[in-house]
Structures are given as structure tokens and as C-alpha cells.
């Protein structure tokens, strides 16, 4: 009995987490929509929007954590594709929860050549649908949006391998610009 009143309160439990977090598990902006405003700061204190990659390419990256295997490789295969990247037009930045001093550690540990911005409430990540929240514990989803040089989301990602992530979106948005990938 102890048991079955036990399990009853736990499904309880999960479902008020799973109907308090529902405005964050939201989709956020679709393909051809205007890419939510953000302004956040960079590993180095720099406050960075959305308006100052107007005109070109941006790839938006949420991850996880800073430091962990999913999200270093992740980071290191924008790192590796960067100047293919900017070949093409795009520039890159992250966002995830963690601070600005974590990101800085992160970035110089794996000679990051673009901003990792700190979203520590979540507030960007949930208008671009990139949020779990479990009440005790807040993580950015690993989504990346490919925003075109309008604003506009040209194209979403959430389900691509880590270490072969950037390879992805170099090969869209060799298609998107009609440019060739390098």
C-alpha cells in the first residue's frame, strides 16, 4: 500500500513539473520566423544582441554545459568548421546558462574563436525554445538556429551529432547562399 501511495505522488510530482516548465518546452520560432532579440554577455563582459549580426549569416547554438564531452565536441566542430563558416558569410555564437567566467575557461581551453554568450536565468533560451526547466535545475537544450542575414530563422537543428554538428550546417548553408563549402 506504502508502495502505491508512494508512486502516486511521485506521478504527481511529475506532473506539476511537466505543467509548470510547459511555457518553456514552447517551440519556439519556426523556419521563416523573426529570430527572438537577445542582448547577453559574451566570455569577455561584452554585451552582444542579435541587431549586430544583422546583414549576414548567424549560426545560434545553444548547449548544455560548458566543459562536458556532448558540448566540447559540439564546440570544437563550430571551431574547426569556423572558417568555412565565415567563408560563407556566418558568423557563430553560443549560448548556454553558464557564466561568463565559466565560458571564458571554455573558450580558452579550446581556443574558441567566436563569443559564448551567458543566458544564467534562461530567459533567451526559453523564447527560442532551447530550455528545460525542472524547477531545481535549468539547462539549455542543444538546439541551433541558422538565422539569415534578416533575422529571420532559415533553418532549425536539434537532432544532429555532436562532433560532426558544424559539417551540417556548412553543407545547408552552402545551399541557402549558392556559395561552394571550402
Not at 532579440?37 to 560548458?66: C, I, M, N, T
Not at 567566436?114 to 525542472?134: I, M
Amino acid at each position: 500500500m506504502k508502495m502505491v501511495n508512494w508512486l502516486s505522488r511521485w506521478s504527481l510530482l511529475l506532473s506539476l513539473l511537466a505543467a509548470i516548465s510547459l511555457p518553456v518546452w514552447a517551440s519556439g520560432p519556426a523556419q521563416g520566423e523573426a529570430a527572438p532579440a537577445f542582448r547577453l554577455a559574451d566570455q569577455h563582459g561584452v554585451l552582444r544582441d542579435l541587431s549586430e549580426f544583422r546583414g549576414r549569416w548567424l549560426v545560434l547554438y545553444f548547449y548544455p554545459k560548458d566543459q562536458t564531452q556532448g558540448c566540447t565536441e559540439q564546440a570544437c566542430s563550430f571551431r574547426d568548421d569556423f572558417v568555412k563558416l565565415k567563408l560563407l558569410g556566418a558568423e557563430v555564437v553560443g549560448i548556454s546558462l553558464d557564466s561568463k567566467e565559466s565560458h571564458a575557461a571554455f573558450a580558452q581551453k579550446y581556443l574558441l574563436p567566436f563569443p559564448l554568450l551567458s543566458d544564467p536565468d534562461g530567459e533567451v533560451a526559453a523564447r527560442y525554445g532551447a530550455l528545460t526547466n525542472l524547477l531545481v535545475l535549468k539547462f539549455a537544450k542543444r538546439h541551433t538556429f541558422l538565422i539569415d542575414p534578416q533575422g529571420k530563422v532559415a533553418r532549425r537543428y536539434t537532432d544532429l551529432d555532436t562532433a560532426t554538428y558544424a559539417s551540417r550546417i556548412v553543407k545547408d548553408l552552402s545551399t541557402l547562399t549558392r556559395k561552394p563549402a571550402h
